[in-house]
Antibody
Framework: EVQLVESGGGLVQPGGSLRLSCTAS????????MNWVRQAPGKGLEWVSYISKSGGDIYYADSVKGRFTISRDNLKNSLFLQMNNLRADDTALYYCARVMNYLDNSASYYPDSWGRGTLVTVSS | EIVLTQSPATLSLSPGDTATLSCRASQSVDNYLAWFQQKPGQAPRLLMYDASIRAPGIPARFSGSGSGTDFTLTISSLAPEDFAIYYCVHRRDWPPLTFGPGARVEMK
């Protein structure tokens, strides 16, 4: 069974940092691109960041560019999101989401499996 | 950036009814559109991708159609577990992945 478990969320002051982790099981992380997607309380979904299978291609939403860093360790089946200079509007539930592969093993960019999320609250 | 709008924002229906949800793009997204379902306290679930292809394990009562700028998610014979929020998302100008604002299907 595919499972993604996020951790590392918590309460942090504006300007602070957090490092989120996502541990994958039931599949080889190295076979999939990965995304982070967030959801502010009571709000919709917002794509945050993407990393290719090898980590060679990385993209960020404009809202987090320069402050967040995505990375992965395929040997440990883990995905990370380093978040620096946090702001109140970064408060959200952060989901780790696997990118679905097409039958030819190319990436669809659509997330097909999600974790339960880890809550980040930025407040003084 | 290509923006998605969803209508109606809320749909009030009864079990057994048919739900028709619309997603409109500000420019063509070809068929690079997906639909997700989210229930309270749960992660989103992929329902449809590339506009009309059901994701594995999704019941046949869910169907998607459209291309270009106008898309529809149809849920035939609503089951009690189908009352949820539905999001469309496109990848036409990847990156980013752009989500619509969501549409709620609530029980009348």
């Amino acid at each position: 069974e595919v499972q993604l478990v996020e951790s590392g969320g918590g309460l942090v002051q504006p300007g602070g940092s957090l490092r989120l982790s996502c541990t994958a099981s039931g599949f080889a992380l190295s076979d999939h691109e990965m995304n982070w997607v967030r959801q502010a309380p009571g709000k919709g979904l917002e794509w945050v960041s993407y990393i290719s299978k090898s980590g060679g291609d990385i993209y960020y939403a404009d809202s987090v560019k320069g402050r967040f860093t995505i990375s992965r360790d395929n040997l440990k089946n883990s995905l990370f999101l380093q978040m620096n200079n946090l702001r109140a509007d970064d408060t959200a539930l952060y989901y780790c989401a696997r990118v679905m592969n097409y039958l030819d093993n190319s990436a669809s960019y659509y997330p097909d499996s999600w974790g339960r999320g880890t809550l980040v609250t930025v407040s003084s | 950036e290509i923006v998605l709008t969803q209508s109606p924002a809320t749909l009030s229906l009864s079990p057994g009814d048919t739900a028709t949800l619309s997603c409109r793009a500000s420019q063509s997204v070809d068929n690079y559109l997906a639909w997700f379902q989210q229930k309270p306290g749960q992660a989103p679930r992929l329902l449809m991708y590339d506009a009309s292809i059901r994701a594995p394990g999704i019941p046949a009562r869910f169907s998607g159609s459209g291309s270009g700028t106008d898309f529809t998610l149809t849920i035939s014979s609503l089951a009690p577990e189908d009352f949820a929020i539905y999001y469309c998302v496109h990848r036409r100008d990847w990156p980013p992945l752009t989500f619509g604002p969501g549409a709620r299907v609530e029980m009348k």
